[in-house]
């Protein structure tokens, strides 16, 4: 993590975590747990958690609430990013996305290579802007929330570090 000694105060920022998931319940929920465990470590603060099974339309809902909240910067969600017929978390977000982040997926599936080689490929990783709430997309997996987390979303939510964040965006990003 790069912060200069003359950086800003941290900002924490307020962000909700959506396990989809048919089968995780709050006490088997690892990755969810270990999202939340990261962000309030890091000086955030958790707006909620919820679980939800692999339906479109419920995690379409769940998300377009999240990002109707002011109060709600960032949406981390875990799960249904794969190949099978129930994973359907990038169809049910990116219609809410005004901009699509595509550098996340890149990035995330570049780092996931130097841990589970070419099965990376099978990751359908994204996130997104919505009505100015930054929303990151993860496999299910406690390793690829761990990954995304550590290596990419931590340091993207950090306003000391440089060269830029997605902290510094947030006011800007609902600009018309």
């Known amino acids: 993590m790069s912060h200069p000694d003359n950086s800003p105060p ?12 048919d089968s995780r319940t709050e006490e088997t929920d690892t990755s969810g747990r270990l999202l939340v465990e990261r962000l309030t470590e890091a000086g955030h603060r958790l707006a909620a958690k919820v679980i ?53 997926g890149e990035l995330f599936r570049w780092l996931s290579f130097e841990e589970i080689g070419t099965s990376t490929l099978q990751s359908r990783a994204l996130a997104g802007i919505a009505n100015g709430t930054v929303v990151f997309c993860m496999p299910g997996s406690t390793g690829a929330c761990r990954t995304a987390w550590d290596r990419v979303i931590r340091d993207q939510l950090d306003n000391r570090h440089r060269p830029c964040n997605f902290v510094e965006l947030l006011p800007r990003l609902t600009e018309r």
């Open 52 to 104: 939800l099974a692999d339906d479109l339309y419920r995690i379409r809902a769940q998300v377009a609430q999240w990002i109707a909240e002011p109060g709600v910067q960032v949406v981390l969600v875990t799960g249904g990013t794969g190949m099978t017929g129930r994973d359907v978390t990038p169809e049910a977000l990116r219609p809410l996305f005004d901009k699509e982040v595509e550098g996340f």
């Open 10 to 21: 941290f900002v924490p920022l307020d962000i909700a975590v959506l396990t989809v998931s």
